[in-house]
């Protein structure tokens, strides 16, 4: 009896020593929260103080809890905007410029980026600034202001600045296909100013630089008329536009001749025979382009450049003939892995209509997708590891030739490869964005699946188990988020869907180490009302 009674006192104790064993697994696990708890709410007043340097590594050094790496990207924005709003104010206006653009539309960043560029142009005091400030802002808040400053500098501009604003910022807006900034404005100006030249040699050497545009030529025709006697202009003219001809500016010797109407019949009959050599010489040219550079485009383009040609039927027959080619395609569709954007953009404007143009266009849009599609096309490769109990680290690495786009909806889930560690529920959505061979890793917002198990840490390891968009927990976690709901509220709806626990376990599992309940009555009443929700 004795022996029985010692067997009953060491299973007793055995009994009391697993339960403190218990206890201290839940006392190790919410300290864990608690730690953390204080500090949170400290560096959260020291934002809100403005004391963004301050706030910013005390958030920086609590990790992943909660949002804290969020809050310290905005202290960092705040850090910014105050140095750009110093170097603004100390006339720095290039340095303030780049920075408020760096930082997008946080605060009134657009609009003080706007005010940086305005400063930049008006003490540059040119018109190229001038036209380099209503290029990025047509119509900003300094339209009035710009303007004005375009009339005072007008109002002082001799020809030579004129032209020069012409052949420099105009030419290159011509060759991009963009209206030039004052163009009106500045031609205005021109046909007053000229009029203050009485040389002809100036006015002609002025003619023969800057024959480009038909309302100029316009300008120094009329000044030409005032300063020279007809029979020398028109000599002069003609003159101009031959040489223009020569070098294969066409329409600019069109133009000129145009203007001619006193030249004797000899000068015409030469310039039409000189013509009808010069288009042959360039109908043969673009045909050997065109058979050179065989493609699609090419043939239908010398066809519509030159139909009366000869070789405008074989050009029409050639670009069908390729259209319908199916071997053309076959280099781009067998590397459809590695085929970069350009060559397949390429393909599309050197072979239009083709037959594989469908398959081609298909290759674009590989890239794009959820996350789960880009990982079974064996585009991306994709690591989860455990982080918290709010938070997974997910790195993504693009495998791909070219960009991928993927995302990962609301519900998404990671499953552990572990029984013992719960599995985590994405709270947000996820956008990856990977350039070829990139590799990223994204801290995510997560909540726990199974109450009864273990957070998960560093070294716990998930796959990607579900797309979830359209489950239950997907339709929550958009809920959840649409309302800027609470981790707590969160996980105490996360756990009434996956493990339907009693209302006494959900208040109890998690506890601060003073006793204080992670999980409220109220949070949990709210909790129930975004289930229920999500439910219907």
Same mark, same amino acid.
């Given at each position: ?48 103080? +403005?004391?963004?340097?301050? #706030?910013?590594? @005390? %958030?920086?050094? $609590? =990790?992943?809890?909660? *949002?804290?790496?969020? !809050? &310290? ?17 100390? +006339?720095?206006?290039?340095? #303030?410029?780049? @920075? %408020?653009?760096? $930082? =997008?539309?946080?605060? *009134?960043?657009?609009? !003080? &980026? ?423």
């Amino acid at each position: 009896m004795k022996e029985m009674n010692v067997g009953k006192k060491t299973m007793g104790v055995l009994r009391v020593l697993g339960v403190l064993a218990a206890l201290a697994v839940l006392f190790c696990s919410c300290s864990i929260l608690d730690k953390n708890a204080k500090p949170y709410k400290e560096a959260v007043q020291l934002m809100e103080d +403005g004391k963004y340097s301050a #706030a910013k590594a @005390a %958030f920086v050094e $609590l =990790g992943d809890y909660k *949002d804290a790496s969020d !809050k &310290a990207k905005e202290c960092g924005d705040y850090i910014s905007y105050e140095s750009a709003q110093g170097q603004l104010k100390k +006339g720095e206006f290039e340095k #303030a410029a780049e @920075a %408020f653009e760096k $930082l =997008g539309e946080f605060a *009134d960043s657009v609009k !003080k &980026a706007e005010e940086s560029y305005w400063r930049i142009a008006e003490a540059a005091g040119d018109l190229a600034a001038l036209a380099r400030f209503c290029d990025k802002y047509p119509d900003g808040e300094y339209a009035d202001e710009l303007a004005a400053a375009v009339d005072a500098y007008l109002s002082k501009a001799d020809v030579s600045e004129l032209w020069g604003y012409l052949k420099d910022v105009g030419q290159a807006h011509e060759a991009a296909g963009e209206d030039t900034p004052f163009l009106d404005e500045v031609v205005e100006r021109l046909e007053e100013t000229l009029g203050d030249i009485k040389d002809p040699l100036d006015l002609a050497m002025l003619f023969n630089d800057n024959l480009s545009r038909n309302n100029l030529i316009d300008v120094l025709e009329k000044a030409l008329n005032d300063a020279m006697p007809t029979e020398e202009l028109g000599e002069h003219l003609y003159s101009i536009g031959a040489e223009k001809f020569g070098i294969g500016e066409y329409a600019i010797s069109d133009i000129v001749m145009e203007r001619l109407e006193e030249r004797s019949e000899v000068a015409k009959e030469e310039m039409r025979i000189a013509r009808e050599a010069a288009r042959l010489a360039k109908e043969n040219s673009d045909w050997e382009e065109a058979l050179k550079s065989d493609t699609v485009k090419a043939y239908e383009e010398f066809a519509q450049e030159w139909p009366d040609s000869p070789h405008a039927t074989d050009a029409v027959v050639y670009a069908e003939s390729l259209r319908q080619n199916p071997a053309v395609a076959e280099a781009i569709l067998a590397n459809a892995m590695t085929v970069t954007e350009s060559e397949i953009n390429q393909f599309l404007a050197d072979y239009p209509g083709h037959v594989a143009t469908e398959e081609v266009k298909a290759i674009l849009t590989m890239g794009q997708g959820s996350l789960s599609e880009l990982l079974d096309r064996g585009l991306v490769t994709v690591s989860v590891v455990g982080s918290s109990i709010s938070t997974t680290k997910l790195t993504v690495t693009n495998n791909y030739g070219r960009t991928v786009k993927g995302t990962m909806p609301f519900g998404s889930y990671f499953a552990a490869n572990s029984s013992s560690v719960q599995n985590m529920v994405l709270r947000e959505e996820v956008s990856v964005n990977l350039a070829p061979g990139e590799s990223k890793t994204y801290s995510v917002a997560t909540a726990c699946m199974n109450i009864s198990r273990s957070i998960p840490g560093s070294s716990n390891s998930f796959k990607l188990a579900d797309k979830g968009a359209d489950s239950v927990l997907g339709k929550l976690m958009k809920i959840l988020s649409d309302n800027n709901a609470s981790y707590d509220v969160a996980q105490a709806a996360v756990w009434i869907v996956t493990d339907n626990p009693s209302d006494s376990k959900l208040l109890n599992t998690l506890v601060y180490s003073d006793g204080t309940k992670v999980i409220s009555s109220d949070e949990l009443a709210k909790a129930k009302e975004y289930v229920a929700q999500a439910k219907k």
